[in-house]
């Protein structure tokens, strides 16, 4: 698979709100944290003013606060639409699921804000920011919308850290649901986002897709989210590129569901079961999109359906995914931090493959995947397993990149030939 990270079109939208996106919901972010005493307000105060470089206003206790809170203050930020409430309180177990890095949190400190929704990685990541000011050493963040976990040193190093990479999918997580346990070719898959109401954006989803494309399928469902994060949805129907010969449309819910076979997952009574109504007020039914083909099938009667021609061009190495450039970033500078491990990998005799960036003919970077011939600690040399887009090279040609160009890898069970 190979991918472009220099913008392509996604246009389309002439109503200012085609989707019926509900109002927009508060996020919480948890610093979990294994001090002995809760973090006093006078003590991180000054350090919030610091991070902001004095663009913060501390407008005092909240009307509303945390049953548990030792203290809470509302914050406004300079530049910000909205106010942020930061407050902490003990750690009770029973109130979370909790992973085992987290399990010594003694003491939290929370955040909670409304995303701005004409940039809201922009707020969850100075939401970040604000945590890592307010707390060293922290154990894990929970982003509790999305119920997602990152460990204390994912947190320092990929968001409170001096270079931080926060992407659009953290904003996001995507469920997987089927009628069998591990689904395959014939069994089929409803896959949708959860976090993207809360940006000011249609929840994303793709149904009825062929168990054994789940991966390509993630991948697809993942890249559309996160440049609707990014600029906007495009109008129902409006048929786009989610990259090189990935032609998809958002279709409404309400028209994807009347065409769900018997025994689909996703229907309008298991969204019933899961939502408790069967009115607007059921997230599960309200200002949803359904990723399909951008054009419709059938001999008989022209419907859309899951995007068929998309995933095929990507599994046949043929498309590529448009990614941000804030998911470029992330996933690069983690690939290259981590070299070191692929190079024991190799050097205990498993095959690797890499991705890398290429220039590319109008000026961009396309991103390709090679299979590894060699590597050491300043690059790699390797062939081609993709047939590139935009760049005149051939699978199977041979390749060579330096280490800053890698965006990402993966090590491979079978040994080197």
Known sequence: MNAN???????????????????????????FLGCDRSP????????????????????????????????????????????????????????????????????????????????PLDSWRLMTSLLG???????????????????????????????????????????????????????????????LHRCGRPELEMLEVPGDNIRIAHDLLEAVSSLCLLRGCPDPGFPFEAGVNVPVSLQPLEEQLELLSEGSVGTREHRISMG??????????????????AQPRGQYRQIHAWPKEAIESLLRGEGGLERTENWTRSISVEAQRRWSFLLDGMGKGLSAQVCVAVAAEDGGREQVWVDLDSADETGLRGRLITRPATIPNEPGSELTAP?????????LQDERP
């Open 5 to 31: 990270d220099h913008a392509l079109p996604i246009l389309g939208q002439e109503d200012s709100e085609p989707w019926g996106v509900p109002e927009l919901g508060p996020t919480t972010l948890l610093d």
């Open 40 to 119: 006093r307000f006078e003590e991180v105060g000054p350090l919030l003013s610091a991070a902001m470089e004095g663009d913060i206003k501390f407008l005092g206790t909240p009307p509303e606060t945390p049953l548990q809170a030792i203290w809470a203050q509302v914050l406004q930020v300079e530049g910000q639409p909205f106010p942020f409430v930061i407050w902490s309180e003990p750690v009770t177990k029973e109130s979370f699921q909790m992973p085992p890095f987290a399990e010594g949190s003694r003491w939290m400190i929370g955040i909670q804000a409304l995303l701005d929704p004409a940039a």
């Open 133 to 195: 000011a307010a707390a060293p050493d922290p154990l894990a963040l929970l982003d509790v919308e999305t119920e997602q976990w990152f460990t204390g040193q994912e947190f320092t190093d990929r968001l409170a850290g001096p270079d931080p990479t926060p992407e659009e999918s953290m904003l996001f997580r995507i469920d997987v649901a089927s009628g069998t346990e591990t689904p395959e070719a014939d069994d089929t898959v409803w896959l949708r986002t959860i976090g």
């Open 276 to 293: 408790g109504s069967d009115d607007q007020s059921n997230p599960f039914l309200n200002g949803r999109a359904v990723i399909c083909g």
């Open 403 to 411: 280490l800053e160009d890698v965006i990402d890898w993966r090590l």
